[in-house]
């Protein structure tokens, strides 16, 4: 009987802490439904300002410019603190304030400017929610895709629903979706639960863990080519299609497609990240981003890229959920946060301003298709660089062992 009893009581406990998850799902549903109006359809906002290639790739550029101080600040402070949750509250509300005026400004020093303070919380909020997830899901024992996939869901709903949208009444409205989705995420952001650790708090000093840790950075430098490429075609591909002949809407559909595959990979990565080297996995996407990229370089038609983009899933996807949780392995515990927010620094800041002045100068100067073409040769030469590093680090295993 008391057996029972005490199976009982783990049993509602695990479905208790099961349905803490739920304001966590919903707030990356919400984040990444905004998120979308900022990858997909920023660019085309700016283009009907008034802005050329080159200018929007500038403002482009100044999300990840303010990403490589702004993501490890805010995981510096979430581990000194020991909070996720707080952190998450400060930067979600700084992000509704700041898109006020960062949606609505219509010159290009004003559009900087304001993209500076916009950017400074929107960088933060994505890799928190993602180091909040990977700590629950662990200590819950389930899978990171499966929490992780609903801001795949969020961005997929949205990409499709804003796109027919903004085709019906103009990109220029833009900014009521966003604010609607954005509060949306500074709601729950005071609903989410946060993760309890034992150890010390962690000092100033304890960032010398990160700094003098070879493996970790020398594995952030071997992801850079393949992300580059991932941030370049974030920025453009609204323009690319635009220039091959696309409305608006398809640019929605293009994202749906993709994000809808990546959530499938999100929902059932669990039992492939178990059974095979993740390193193999990671240069595995990005031999896949090549021939995606390779595609589209030499694609005339825009329908053809929102059928390809079936392979976002199989690229993206898988390239960023095995290699942000590879992380974990080379971070100690009580620096998860700044690990995690070092990463997303490399995988979106450092990337997205090579992708975004690069990826600008390139499609302003020789199109479009020159710039997918040029992406998936450096997609080929991240993946070996990747698999030299797999190579280096089985040697070391061994040589230790």
Same mark, same amino acid.
Request: proline share 3%; with cysteine; charged share 10%.
């Given at each position: 009987?008391?057996?029972?009893?005490?199976?009982?009581?783990?049993?509602?406990?695990?479905?208790?802490?099961?349905?803490?998850?739920?304001?966590?799902?919903?707030?990356?549903?919400?984040?990444?439904?905004?998120?979308?109006?900022?990858?997909?359809?920023?660019?085309?906002?700016?283009?009907?300002?008034?802005?050329?290639?080159?200018?929007?790739?500038?403002?482009?550029?100044?999300?990840?410019?303010?990403?490589?101080?702004?993501?490890?600040?805010?995981?510096?402070?979430?581990?000194?603190?020991?909070?996720?949750?707080?952190?998450?509250?400060?930067?979600?509300?700084?992000?509704?304030?700041?898109?006020?005026?960062?949606?609505?400004?219509?010159?290009?020093?004003?559009?900087?400017?304001?993209?500076?303070?916009?950017?400074?919380?929107?960088?933060?909020?994505?890799?928190?929610?993602?180091?909040?997830?990977?700590?629950?899901?662990?200590?819950?024992?389930?899978?990171?895709?499966?929490?992780?996939?609903?801001?795949?869901?969020?961005?997929?709903?949205?990409?499709?629903?804003?796109?027919?949208?903004?085709?019906?009444?103009?990109?220029?409205?833009?900014?009521?979706?966003?604010?609607?989705? #954005?509060?949306? =995420?500074?709601? $729950? /952001?005071?609903? &989410? *639960?946060?993760?309890?650790?034992? @150890?010390?708090?962690?000092?100033?000093?304890?960032?010398?863990?990160?700094?003098?840790?070879?493996?970790?950075?020398?594995?952030?430098?071997?992801?850079?080519?393949?992300?580059?490429?991932?941030?370049?075609?974030?920025?453009?591909?609204?323009?690319?299609?635009?220039?091959?002949?696309?409305?608006?809407?398809?640019?929605?559909? #293009?994202?749906? =497609?993709?994000? $809808? /595959?990546?959530? &499938? *990979?999100?929902?059932?990565?669990? @039992?492939?990240?178990?059974?095979?080297?993740?390193?193999?996995?990671?240069?595995?996407?990005?031999?896949?981003?090549?021939?995606?990229?390779?595609?589209?370089?030499?694609?005339?038609?825009?329908?053809?890229?929102?059928?390809?983009?079936?392979?976002?899933?199989?690229?993206?996807?898988?390239?960023?959920?095995?290699?942000?949780?590879?992380?974990?392995?080379?971070?100690?515990?009580?620096?998860?946060?700044?690990?995690?927010?070092?990463?997303?620094?490399?995988?979106?800041?450092?990337?997205?301003?090579?992708?975004?002045?690069?990826?600008?100068?390139?499609?302003?100067?020789?199109?479009?298709?020159?710039?997918?073409?040029?992406?998936?040769?450096?997609?080929?030469?991240?993946?070996?660089?990747?698999?030299?590093?797999?190579?280096?680090?089985?040697?070391?295993?061994?040589?230790?062992?």
């Amino acid at each position: 009987m008391k057996f029972n009893r005490k199976m009982k009581l783990k049993g509602e406990n695990l479905l208790a802490n099961t349905h803490s998850l739920t304001p966590l799902k919903i707030l990356l549903f919400s984040f990444h439904g905004a998120n979308t109006m900022v990858i997909s359809f920023l660019p085309l906002l700016l283009a009907y300002r008034g802005l050329s290639g080159q200018e929007i790739g500038w403002v482009l550029a100044i999300g990840p410019a303010i990403s490589i101080f702004a993501q490890p600040f805010w995981g510096f402070i979430s581990d000194k603190y020991q909070t996720v949750r707080k952190v998450l509250i400060i930067t979600s509300l700084g992000l509704v304030l700041s898109s006020l005026f960062f949606f609505q400004v219509r010159t290009l020093v004003l559009i900087l400017g304001f993209a500076i303070f916009f950017y400074f919380f929107q960088s933060a909020i994505s890799p928190l929610g993602d180091s909040l997830t990977q700590r629950r899901t662990e200590q819950l024992g389930i899978s990171f895709g499966s929490v992780r996939t609903w801001g795949s869901i969020g961005f997929a709903i949205c990409s499709l629903l804003i796109g027919e949208l903004i085709d019906w009444t103009g990109i220029q409205y833009l900014i009521i979706p966003y604010l609607f989705m #954005a509060s949306v =995420v500074v709601f $729950v /952001s005071f609903r &989410v *639960v946060d993760v309890k650790i034992d @150890k010390k708090p962690v000092q100033f000093s304890d960032l010398h863990k990160i700094i003098k840790n070879p493996p970790l950075l020398f594995y952030l430098a071997a992801l850079l080519l393949v992300s580059i490429t991932h941030r370049a075609n974030d920025s453009f591909i609204s323009l690319y299609i635009s220039e091959l002949g696309g409305r608006d809407n398809l640019v929605g559909i #293009a994202w749906f =497609v993709g994000v $809808v /595959s990546e959530a &499938v *990979v999100f929902a059932f990565a669990g @039992k492939w990240f178990r059974k095979y080297q993740p390193l193999i996995i990671i240069a595995a996407a990005g031999l896949i981003y090549a021939l995606r990229w390779f595609m589209y370089g030499f694609i005339s038609i825009p329908a053809a890229i929102v059928f390809f983009q079936i392979l976002h899933g199989l690229s993206f996807g898988v390239f960023y959920l095995t290699s942000f949780q590879y992380v974990t392995r080379l971070v100690p515990d009580q620096l998860q946060t700044t690990g995690h927010l070092l990463f997303a620094t490399v995988f979106f800041g450092i990337s997205g301003i090579i992708g975004s002045l690069g990826g600008g100068f390139v499609l302003e100067h020789y199109g479009g298709q020159t710039l997918y073409i040029i992406m998936g040769g450096m997609a080929l030469l991240g993946s070996c660089f990747i698999l030299f590093y797999h190579t280096i680090m089985r040697r070391t295993s061994t040589t230790s062992n």
